[in-house]
């Protein structure tokens, strides 16, 4: 098993190649060549780019996790959400190399989106974690991919922004969580109008299950030709 600090110089090797030759313009011998490391020892610790950058992703992760402010605990979630945010475009800041060959790769290839794409849900769940903003559930879910597509709005005009105080990037995320608000508030709006329909559905399919069959017997009490209780396959 390879150290920490050998896990951390594969991860560099692999962003600098990302930055200088784009994700399709290196392979995984090119990793491990700049890293120093041995082939074998790259296999067992990362098959493949996607786990380099899993790994990467999970390291910005932690890193913001880290840096939660306790003095945000009494602000509004949205007031949260946008520090934690900004919070983690800073700590991407050493990498925007990277970031933008990816986004170029992203965008050329749908495939590579989509794989991607599980990668930074994970991500912007924990987000949503450090902004105390509850990430568990339907709703949840809808709110970390959601999150995924905003945030990606805000990384292209970040790489663009040369101003120190990032005061286009801190108004393009301003703006897309008030459209985050917005239509969060639409689908909560719907989610209200259809609960009850939605129950209705559900006490009719189970009252049908719970129905005794034609023969006389419910599920729970007809039994298998052997006597034996129904199989769980």
Same mark, same amino acid.
């Given at each position: ?10 991860? %560099? ?5 990302? =930055?200088?030759?784009?994700? &399709?313009? #290196? ?8 890293? =120093?490391?041995?082939?074998?020892? @790259? ?20 890193? *913001? ?8 605990? =009494? ?8 520090? *934690? ?9 050493? &990498? ?52 995924? /597509?905003? #945030? ?13 105080? @990032? ?5 393009? @995320? ?7 608000? /917005? ?6 709006? /719907?989610?209200? #109008?259809?609960?009850? #329909? ?12 719970? %129905? ?22």
């Amino acid at each position: 098993m390879a150290t920490a600090k050998t896990r951390q110089k594969i991860v %560099a090797s692999f962003l600098s190649l990302l =930055g200088d030759k784009g994700w &399709h313009g #290196f392979e995984m011998a090119d990793v491990a060549r700049d890293a =120093g490391v041995k082939l074998s020892v @790259l296999r067992a610790e990362f098959p493949g780019k996607t786990a380099c950058l899993r790994a990467f992703l999970s390291e910005i992760d932690q890193k *913001v996790l880290d840096s939660i402010d306790p003095d945000m605990e =009494g602000e509004p979630a949205r007031e949260r959400l946008f520090d *934690v945010l900004m919070t983690r475009l800073d700590t991407l800041s050493p &990498h925007k190399d990277a970031i933008r060959a990816l986004r170029k790769a992203v965008q050329r290839d749908p495939q590579l989106a989509l794989k991607l794409n599980r990668e930074a849900v994970t991500s912007q769940r924990w987000m949503l974690t450090a902004a105390g903003i509850p990430a568990n559930g339907p709703r949840a879910a809808v709110m970390s991919q959601a999150l995924v /597509v905003a #945030f990606a709005r805000v990384v292209d005009t970040w790489l663009d922004d040369e101003d120190p105080g @990032l005061a286009r990037t801190m108004s393009a @995320l301003a703006r897309q969580l008030d459209e985050g608000e /917005v239509w969060m508030g639409r689908i909560d709006r /719907v989610s209200s #109008f259809l609960k009850p #329909f939605l129950s209705k559905v559900r006490e009719r399919s189970g009252t049908r299950q719970d %129905a005794p069959s034609p023969g006389g017997e419910g599920p729970e009490d007809a039994a298998s030709p052997s006597g034996a209780s129904p199989s769980a396959a």
